[in-house]
């Protein structure tokens, strides 16, 4: 189980460190869907496949009741992009399987994304409409990433969303991600790294760790405990191993007797103690009263058991030190999925004019033309809208925050947005961008989005 650690307060923590090591996902370009490329065959055949074209990622709605969510996985895409390729082995497989033709294999197999790609940075707010990635190339190489795009940027900002939530009820507090057994094991790692630029201090999840330099945590499970002769004698074994500021889990059996026993062999110097159940609220405090009449008024608590953001907000009175998260923040906290969609808003036409295009479809609606997007404040720099131009800028007042980052120009990937320093720029953009919301952002109440999106010229004044 993580140990919270002397973490302070998450505004003086970055938790990802300055570590130069890069890690390379395997070749990307089957984990799409099949149609994606019977249609990139039917526009060859038909001569379209390389017009231009104008691809956005956005959100109809945020999920029922959410204010706010928050992008990420833009730097696990990229990174995932520059490994879209299709080898021998995925060429083999759709020739096997009679997925499209040759001429179709024959165009894969020197497959690169040439176009470029923009958006929100990674860790930012975002609405209803916000145009969050803008994939612009031709129609052939766009069409492609469209499942592969879309299954990182929908679970990715599920968790970080949920795990914004949940940052902002612990009030301070750090909060630790824990929930790798409860994802498939890609996931686990995705999910840690979302955590992490929602705000989670620390993640239990090693390959997290390795991958993106994210703070690691740990100490021992009930298991453990279990496994001597004694609880005393477990305490004693993780206390010499690890040392006397390690935290120590108390209740898998008698919760006053083990918090004793803790501080009999530890002394002032224990660093936290760890409940995982019963009534937090009413055990936390009788805990910190236990604690601090043995003389251990340092040692910290941490709790842990099936948190979401409103158990930790039950327990903002409570003199809990750390939350450990699980369940449900890798799981979205009961928005799995950010129903984000990849639509294409403009093409080139015949004459060789890019010309704007859009879903008719009713409840399923799409707005043409290419998006470009600002943020309105106030003169206290509190947002108040969601400025969404199409075909150009919307009109600025003046203090107006430009969203849109360029990711790719040119089939090149620019600097700083995947690895370590990716996760470091995420997590400082999320903290600056959730600052910046009315502070009924940070609600749990049911409502509307926190700002209004004015999609089109009439911006407000």
Sequence with gaps: MP????????????????????????????????????????????GTAHRRSVFEVFARRLPAGRRYGVVAGTGRLLEGLESFCFGDEQLRFLADT?????????????????????????GEAYFPSSPLLVVEGTFAEACVLETYFLSVLNYDSAVASAASRMVGA?????????????????????????????????????????????????????????????????????????????????????????????????????????????DLVTQAAWVRGLLDELGNRGTRIT???????????????????????????????????SSMVYKLVAREDSSGELRPVAKAARGKASV?????????????????????GIGGLPDDDGDDRPLMEDFVRDGELL??????????????????SVAELPRSARRLSEGDPVIPTVLGPEAPA
């Design 3 to 46: 140990d919270a650690g002397r973490t302070g307060g998450l505004a003086r923590v970055v938790p990802v460190n300055q570590r130069s090591h890069r890690w390379a996902p395997p070749p990307t370009s089957l984990m799409t869907d099949h149609y994606e490329l019977t249609m990139l065959q039917a526009a060859l055949h038909a």
């Design 98 to 122: 009679g997925v499209v033709n040759r001429s179709t294999l024959d165009y894969l197999a020197g497959f690169r994304f040439t176009g470029s790609i923009s958006g929100y940075a990674e």
């Design 170 to 278: 612990a009030a301070g507090r750090p909060c630790i991600e824990m929930g790798s057994r409860r994802a498939h094991e890609e996931a686990a790692v995705a999910a840690a790294r979302a955590a992490v630029i929602g705000g989670f201090d620390s993640t239990s999840n090693l390959e997290a760790g390795h991958r993106y330099g994210i703070r690691t945590v740990g100490t021992a499970a009930h298991s453990f405990t279990l496994l001597h002769d004694s609880e005393e004698d477990a305490f004693r074994a993780q206390l010499e191993s690890m040392g006397r500021d390690t935290t120590l889990l108390v209740d898998t059996y008698d919760v006053e007797t083990a918090v004793r026993t803790a501080v009999a062999l530890a002394g002032p110097e224990l660093g936290g103690v760890r409940l995982d159940s019963g």
């Design 303 to 337: 709790v842990t058991s099936d948190l979401d953001e409103y158990a930790i907000a039950a327990l903002n009175a409570a003199p809990v030190d750390a939350f450990g998260v699980g369940t449900r923040v890798v799981t979205g906290s009961g928005a799995p999925t």
């Design 368 to 388: 043409g033309g290419r998006k470009h997007a600002l943020r309105r404040r106030d003169e206290k720099g509190t947002a108040t809208h969601e400025l969404v």
């Design 415 to 432: 600097d700083g947005w995947t690895g370590p320093a990716g996760v470091r720029r995420a997590r400082e953009r999320h903290a600056a």
